[in-house]
């Protein structure tokens, strides 16, 4: 696998090996930094270089009622891939490469993202496909066909050619992503096109990783 790392100004291309001596926290052995395209600019991903650097304060709690803050499973469903932090930067660097095939989705409400998001992905709320919290199916079929790449044909819906997607939201005690990958297997979306970042903002942030706010 090949990333795209940044020393200084240059970007250099990483292959097995090579590594820069300008950051100190390194996301892996070999890998010093990503960048990816967040909205219409490069944003370069690596770990907060102040060794004394503390969690976000908005991740530190440890206790949130459950319901509805309950801790997920490891395994949302069958066939959908739950994946880390190393697997989330692949995808967002075959998106900063063109590869359109591919959304790395936000499944939070508009204020938590604000307070900052993976740099490279794209807010779609988990209300937004939820029928439960008000969302009607015209808007549902809209954000399959617009963003997802589904395509609708005569009221039955074909994913042959939809994205792949990786979902997130806060963590391993939030719901709103597996609610939009629970909603999207109901649609029929294929669920080998479904991947989850677990871990979310909670893990993203306890690892000193990048985030930026929302992109416009």
């Known amino acids: 696998m090949k990333f795209y ?3 200084g100004v240059a970007a250099i291309l990483l292959i097995n090996g090579g590594l820069s001596t300008a950051a100190v926290v390194n996301i892996t052995p070999e890998i010093e930094s990503v960048t990816v395209i ?3 600019k490069n944003v370069v991903i690596m770990r907060n270089q102040n060794q004394r650097n503390t969690v976000n304060p908005a991740f530190a709690k440890t206790s949130r009622k459950c319901p ?3 801790i997920q499973p490891s395994s949302l469903a069958p066939g959908v891939e739950t994946i880390g932090e190393i697997e989330v930067l692949a995808y967002l660097r075959l998106i900063a490469e063109g590869d359109e095939s591919i959304l790395v989705i936000d499944s939070r409400t508009p204020d ?3 307070k900052g998001t993976i740099p ?11 029928p439960a919290r008000g969302a009607d199916p015209i808007s549902i079929g809209e954000i399959l066909e617009d963003q997802l790449n589904a395509q609708n044909l005569e009221g039955l819906w074909d994913f042959s050619r939809a994205k792949t997607l990786v979902m997130f939201c ?3 005690w939030c719901g709103e992503s597996p609610n939009n990958i629970k909603n999207l297997l109901k649609f029929g979306y294929p669920a080998h096109k479904l991947k989850w970042y677990r871990g979310g903002m909670q893990d993203w942030e306890i690892l000193g990783l990048t985030t930026a706010k929302p992109a416009p």
């Open 170 to 172: 806060n963590g391993m």
């Open 68 to 70: 509805p803050f309950c």
């Open 112 to 114: 938590w993202v604000a």
């Open 38 to 40: 967040h909205g219409d």
């Open 5 to 7: 790392i940044r020393a």
């Open 120 to 130: 490279g992905s794209i807010n779609i709320p988990w209300t937004s496909l939820n």
